[in-house]
């Protein structure tokens, strides 16, 4: 039955709709799973074992769905994801016995379409940082080297993914926090266009940046869940209403990538690129030039000042995100205050971590009277300029790619003393969320000395994910196939 829980999403989809498996069955080997692997790699924070038996059992009572497309699936969230029937904490002490009263968007699209969740994944609090190291609740450990980080901030979902602890899992994207632990732990990653899919209620980091997308074993399986969290959601503002495609239909639209350009930007091939991570890289850019790609020289020349620009605007916005936690309304509160400002002074010192406190302090500061024309309005301006730095490599390209991450994942406690280091690491993925753009995380092979997973990022044009996931998916059918990662056996 363990056996189950390691084949992909559609097989199992497939299989659960013609009768062959029960959604019990599929549910019980992926709880399986999770006891086996739990231990060691801490992907995640909360658990429903009997609510998610008895969810399967009540789909098989009545039996297969063909309209439901992820009916008796397994899946796991984000902890920044509001679920109304199990603690959503942000993986932080803040929020360590919050249970909200609704479900965010995406999860009521995942339960419309049959998924059976099975738990919340472990994240950096707040969803800042890149390692998940930042969890107020102990960091998760990367299935492939349980010494090392699985990345962040969605290290947890990408972590439970990769140990075949569950089929696909969601994770919120505010500057590379799905397609690098994706990167890290050997999965696919998709990070929707800023609009495509609803923030409703998402836990906000920067709303001007975060964007909910799916974590899975194949670009396939990231198509079908995209399809069902995709779309139009009058409660959030910057939800588009463009129509949504059928990105599962559009994988079956080429077999090949002849007529595709492929822009590869000469910036993305310095700023600290390790020499395995650049050799997996320009190694599937020749599988794709063998597939009939053109692979063209494209410029984006302010990427070098992409990490210094978004770091003032989330700053920015985390400090105005998190203002609302203060320990009046809901969350945590400090006991034996006597003042109001006592109470928000203790309450937030005592419940927030450090990484926490650094971003609403720089962020205050930035906001700040005599700052905010220096810093966050000129930040705002390189913004648009990045933009457009995207829109002109377009009129030369179909795609535009390059690397997730300069290395692969480091040991814990590695960066822990250097926290400016993690900012720079996200040199390749912070300009997608500045210009608003999909990317995606494609898995390449080991890496030939850290024997770790490396990972080509796919950058497509605005509301372009199936363009993006086909060319993925042709991709990844030539690739050579990972393996398993130790810590799932």
Same mark, same amino acid.
């Given at each position: 039955?363990?056996?189950?829980?390691?084949? *992909?999403?559609?097989?199992? $989809?497939?299989?659960?709709?013609?009768?062959?498996?029960? /959604?019990?069955?599929?549910?019980?080997?992926?709880?399986?799973?999770?006891?086996?692997?739990?231990?060691?790699?801490?992907?995640?924070?909360?658990? $429903?074992?009997?609510?998610?038996?008895?969810?399967?059992?009540?789909?098989?009572? $009545?039996?297969?769905?063909?309209?439901?497309?992820?009916?008796?699936?397994?899946?796991?969230?984000?902890?920044?994801?509001? @679920?109304?029937?199990?603690?959503?904490?942000?993986?932080?002490?803040?929020?360590?016995?919050?249970?909200?009263?609704?479900?965010?968007?995406?999860?009521?699209?995942?339960?419309? %379409?049959?998924?059976?969740?099975?738990?919340?994944?472990?994240?950096?609090?707040?969803?800042?940082?890149?390692?998940?190291?930042? *969890?107020?609740?102990?960091?998760?450990?990367?299935?492939?080297?349980? @010494?090392?980080?699985? &990345?962040?901030? *969605?290290?947890?979902?990408?972590?439970?993914?990769? %140990?075949?602890?569950?089929?696909?899992?969601?994770?919120?994207?505010?500057?590379?926090?799905?397609?690098?632990?994706?990167?890290?732990?050997?999965?696919?990653?998709?990070?929707?266009?800023?609009?495509?899919?609803?923030?409703?209620?998402?836990?906000?980091?920067?709303?001007?940046?975060?964007?909910?997308?799916?974590?899975?074993?194949?670009?396939?399986?990231? !198509?079908?869940?995209?399809?069902?969290?995709?779309?139009?959601?009058?409660?959030?503002?910057?939800?588009?209403?463009?129509?949504?495609?059928?990105?599962?239909?559009?994988?079956?639209?080429?077999?090949?990538?002849?007529?595709?350009?492929?822009?590869?930007?000469?910036?993305?091939?310095?700023?600290?690129?390790?020499?395995?991570?650049?050799?997996?890289?320009?190694? %599937?850019?020749?599988?794709?030039?063998?597939?009939?790609?053109?692979?063209? /020289?494209? *410029?984006?020349?302010? @990427?070098? +000042?992409?990490?210094? #620009?978004?770091?003032?605007?989330?700053?920015?916005?985390?400090?105005?995100?998190? !203002?609302?936690?203060? &320990?009046?309304?809901?969350?945590?509160?400090?006991?034996?205050?006597?003042?109001?400002?006592?109470?928000? #002074?203790?309450?937030?010192?005592?419940?927030?971590?450090?990484?926490?406190?650094?971003?609403?302090?720089?962020?205050?500061?930035?906001?700040?009277?005599?700052?905010?024309?220096?810093?966050?309005?000129?930040? %705002?301006?390189?913004? $648009?300029?990045?933009?457009?730095?995207?829109?002109?490599?377009?009129?030369?390209?179909?795609?535009?790619?390059?690397? #997730?991450?300069?290395?692969?994942?480091?040991?814990?406690?590695?960066?822990?003393?250097?926290?400016?280091?993690?900012?720079?690491?996200?040199?390749?993925?912070?300009?997608?969320?500045?210009?608003?753009?999909?990317?995606?995380? +494609?898995?390449?092979?080991?890496?030939?000395?850290?024997?770790?997973?490396?990972?080509?990022?796919?950058?497509?044009?605005?509301? &372009?994910?199936?363009?993006?996931?086909?060319?993925?998916?042709?991709?990844?059918?030539?690739?050579?196939?990972? &393996?398993?990662?130790?810590?799932?056996?």
């Amino acid at each position: 039955m363990t056996m189950l829980c390691q084949l *992909s999403l559609m097989e199992i $989809r497939d299989r659960l709709a013609k009768g062959e498996l029960s /959604a019990e069955d599929v549910t019980r080997s992926c709880l399986t799973q999770i006891e086996r692997t739990e231990p060691r790699i801490n992907a995640l924070l909360s658990r $429903r074992d009997d609510d998610a038996l008895e969810e399967a059992k009540t789909l098989d009572r $009545r039996g297969p769905d063909s309209s439901r497309p992820l009916w008796g699936i397994p899946l796991t969230l984000k902890d920044s994801l509001v @679920t109304k029937d199990m603690p959503t904490t942000a993986a932080s002490r803040m929020l360590e016995n919050f249970t909200p009263c609704y479900d965010a968007f995406v999860v009521k699209r995942l339960r419309e %379409a049959g998924a059976i969740i099975l738990g919340k994944a472990n994240m950096d609090e707040f969803a800042m940082g890149s390692s998940t190291e930042f *969890s107020a609740f102990g960091p998760s450990k990367n299935p492939w080297d349980i @010494t090392r980080v699985p &990345g962040g901030s *969605s290290g947890g979902s990408a972590a439970s993914v990769a %140990a075949y602890q569950c089929f696909a899992s969601l994770g919120s994207d505010t500057g590379g926090s799905i397609r690098q632990p994706a990167a890290f732990c050997g999965c696919v990653g998709l990070k929707p266009t800023y609009g495509r899919v609803s923030r409703y209620g998402g836990i906000a980091l920067a709303s001007s940046l975060d964007q909910i997308g799916p974590l899975a074993r194949s670009v396939e399986d990231c !198509a079908l869940v995209l399809s069902v969290i995709a779309g139009h959601d009058p409660r959030d503002a910057t939800s588009s209403p463009l129509p949504v495609d059928n990105y599962v239909a559009a994988l079956k639209a080429k077999n090949d990538l002849k007529g595709i350009r492929i822009g590869l930007p000469k910036e993305f091939l310095t700023n600290g690129l390790s020499e395995e991570m650049e050799s997996a890289c320009r190694d %599937a850019l020749d599988l794709a030039k063998q597939l009939g790609a053109e692979i063209v /020289a494209v *410029s984006l020349p302010l @990427t070098h +000042l992409a990490t210094a #620009v978004y770091y003032i605007i989330v700053m920015a916005e985390a400090s105005s995100n998190l !203002a609302r936690f203060d &320990g009046v309304r809901y969350g945590r509160r400090a006991e034996g205050v006597q003042e109001l400002e006592e109470l928000y #002074v203790r309450t937030r010192s005592e419940a927030f971590g450090e990484e926490v406190k650094r971003r609403i302090m720089l962020g205050t500061y930035v906001l700040s009277s005599g700052y905010y024309e220096a810093y966050y309005k000129k930040a %705002a301006q390189v913004r $648009r300029l990045i933009q457009q730095n995207f829109e002109t490599a377009f009129t030369q390209c179909d795609i535009v790619c390059g690397p #997730v991450s300069p290395l692969t994942a480091w040991h814990l406690g590695e960066q822990d003393q250097d926290p400016l280091s993690l900012y720079l690491r996200d040199v390749y993925t912070l300009p997608v969320n500045l210009a608003g753009l999909p990317g995606l995380s +494609l898995p390449v092979r080991l890496g030939t000395q850290s024997r770790m997973p490396t990972a080509l990022q796919l950058i497509g044009r605005p509301f &372009g994910e199936a363009a993006l996931l086909s060319a993925a998916h042709v991709l990844q059918t030539a690739l050579p196939q990972l &393996g398993s990662p130790p810590a799932a056996a």
